[in-house]
């Protein structure tokens, strides 16, 4: 088991996106060390230049006559590469391009990231032209300094704006450079003019000469008063009118020498946490201690009554981890976890049908007889209307009433069947009142429905420029209006209604939305189909977007055993996400994401980048029926902890009853969508309330996520759209294998047969062996009934005990024979295994 999960770990593992080239390494040695040779050589021929340029002036236009030898050190191809580069291009500066090429050959041959060299060339270059614009200034003395380039660009310049405007230009060129390429600000020159100010005020106040009038300008320093001691001893100095200004002097240093040492005391004693700073303490110029914190105060030496403080601000210091990140974005870019799979198209809209009958047709007369009917029959129980308006939708049209003073709303809302009866319409459905408006809503059928197909949703700007986790497009709500909603904040889904009412349609059109979103490697979908005709035409795209168990042959799970593992391996990835999330100190799997991506998590670390799983399951009361307890634990786990992690539940059932989906479940589904029931319980139970039972079918829902219920028509992807989308996918380029939940061994183990290997065994193989040698009796219920399990783990429990020899062979309906007579018995039996 450890040894799959490893193997799983290591092929998600990520590392950093580092440039690849189409050479080898043995082709990059040879080209890098050609590079650095040709550097080498432009080096000496634009050296040797100024010693013998003049003179090779003659055999320039003599390349090819082999009689003419010219001076230059790499003879006449020196010469004619020196004078192109040097004398007709951009004088000294031209060097430049000689290092710039000797480091390109350094960086190819020892494999160094490319982006950071391109930079190197950019800038260098930019250089080049600068230094050969600068010299373009002493080119009338010597040619060679700025070239041909720099002087008729100087020239130019100077033909515009003067010899000034130009230097000015360079300066604002050098001062771009500096800010772009170093990260240069003002602040940094302020820093450099207060620092040097700062400098020379202290070689001026220890080297300068000591005046009685410059008593403030004396630091408070232990080593300086000990000086004035000594000096004081020296001169044989006292305290009299003979030298009245050295006393004071050296009286008011050793009076400030006192003054710190008991202020030092104060801050030093813990018992005093406040210290009251006086202002001829702001009188040292001591500087700030060099720690973390974010003010230094620089006091400036003034008279005690005349003392200003400067306070500077300090850049949050970034930690060794961070420069690391930042040095490796700035090099190869943030981490693109699409860079396997670079190529990868999303699916064109051609693939998605367009019909002829999508655009709302407004039928005058049926607005006018529906909304005749409805005044009539209210007006019949004397319910008066003020005013009525119509919101034409695809398959119904909502009528806003504003009644009458006086009338109560629960009235209205009991002619439901009365006004459904006068409209002969298929069922209508009262709001009453509309959240946020003053009015009674009556939604009545339209005669002529509207299909709203997959392709206008996902054409829908709305969709197209969502910028949501796990973007999902429903249908159109009654305004006609494309609803689109995240999966991510849902967090999980419940989906429920009747046989036949569009349940597995709804679920194609979330698949579809998020296979047009969303790359291979940001999502993956783990589909359960006990149907086992449902889902299976996404097949074809296993290896893009789905995944699976280690041992599994198919990704799609049918058989019931395989989803109760699979529902653990869940679990598992998600206790194994948490833990990385908590290493990360991180909150949620977009912050994971986006710090794996800034490159501020290390792969070797067990780090990598974690797509969202999103587990969709078909007909869930099928499970609960087979599976039961083994299927509701990790569901209700998954539901209750899944969210910040980026695993989401869409769980489709007919009738989401408690006996089918326990409250605890039930709970951590806020967004449920009812399709079409048959009664108002049915409405209640999934809903909460009223109104799934008055819906008409064939796609028509009702969506909530725990406060209003809007009604939507359900966008229809038809089972030929859905083929074509796969086949596309699945024609591309793809991942070598589905993604790989963690390994879990289940109950009844993988294999069949009885266990020989020690290290295959149940956790609870030594506890379950001590409970049947007690009992000396051996049988799967009695483990059930001591231990807990199910019948499937007390099976494979006894048949590892038989292949142990502690209980016999199967008898048919009698218990098993115990082998081992007693517990002394058992341990020594268990010993020898182990040796």
Sequence with gaps: MAKKKTKTKDRKTSTFNKPSFTLTSQQKLIYGSLLMILGV???????????TGKADQSTLGALGTRDIEAQNWLNKLGAWVSDLFILKGFGVASFIFAGLSFLSGIYIALDINKAKLRSHWIWGTLI???????????????????????????????????????????????????????????????????????????????????????????????????????????????????????????????????EAIEIEENVANPQDTEVELEPKILKEPQTAPKNNSE???????????????????????????????????????????????????????????????????????ELEENKNRIVETLSNYKIGISSIKATIGPTVTLYEIVPEAGVRISKIKNLEDDIALSLSALGIRIIAPIPGKGTIGIEVPNKSSTIVSMRSVIASQKFQKSDMELPIAFGKNISNETMVVDLAKMPHLLMAGATGQGKSVGLNAVLTSLLYKKHPAEVKFVLVDPKKVELTLFNKIERHYLAKLPDSEEAIITDNTKVINTLNSLCIEMDNRYEMLKN?????????????????????????????????????????MTAGKEVETPIARLAQLARAIGIHLIIATQRPSVNVITGIIKANFPARIAFRVTSKIDSRTILDGPGADQLIGRGDMLYTQGNDIIRIQCAFVDTPEVEKITEFIGGQKAYPDAYLLPEYVGEDGNGTGIDIDISERDALFREAAEIIVTAQQGSASLLQRKLKLGYNRAGRLIDQLEAAGIVGGFEGSKARQVLVPDLTALDQLLENENI
């Design 295 to 365: 003010l230094q105060v620089e006091v400036n030496n003034a008279p005690e009554e005349n003392f200003e403080i400067e306070i500077e601000q300090v850049e949050e210091e970034v930690s060794e981890h961070d420069n690391l990140a930042n040095k490796l974005v700035a090099d190869f870019g943030q981490f693109d976890p699409t860079l396997e799979l670079s190529k990868y198209q999303f699916p064109p809209l051609d693939l998605l049908k367009k019909y002829d009958s999508e655009g709302i047709t407004i039928n005058q007369e």
């Design 41 to 51: 050589l432009l080096f000496i021929a634009f050296l040797s230049f100024f010693f």
């Design 584 to 624: 990360a100190m991180c909150r949620n799997i977009k912050e994971y994401n986006e710090k794996f991506k800034a490159r501020k998590l290390n792969p070797n670390d067990g780090h990598q980048f974690l797509p969202y799983i999103v587990l969709v399951v078909d007909e869930f009361a099928d499970l609960i």
């Design 128 to 258: 080049v032209l600068w230094c050969s614009i600068l010299f373009g200034f002493f080119t009338h003395k010597y040619d060679a300094l700025g070239g041909t380039v720099g002087f008729e660009m100087n020239s130019f310049f100077q033909d515009y704006i003067g010899k000034i405007g130009t230097a000015l230009l360079l300066l604002f060129g050098l001062i771009t450079y500096l800010a772009l390429r170093f990260n240069v600000t003002g602040q940094t020159f302020i820093k450099l003019f207060k620092s040097a100010k700062k400098d020379l005020k202290t070689e001026f106040a220890i080297d300068g000469p000591i005046l009685a009038t410059d008593t403030a300008a004396i630091p408070v320093d232990n080593n300086l008063s000990e000086e004035a001691e000594d000096m004081k001893s020296n001169f044989n100095l006292e305290e009299d009118e003979t030298s009245p200004s050295i006393a004071a002097l050296l009286n008011h240093t050793k009076k400030e020498k006192e």
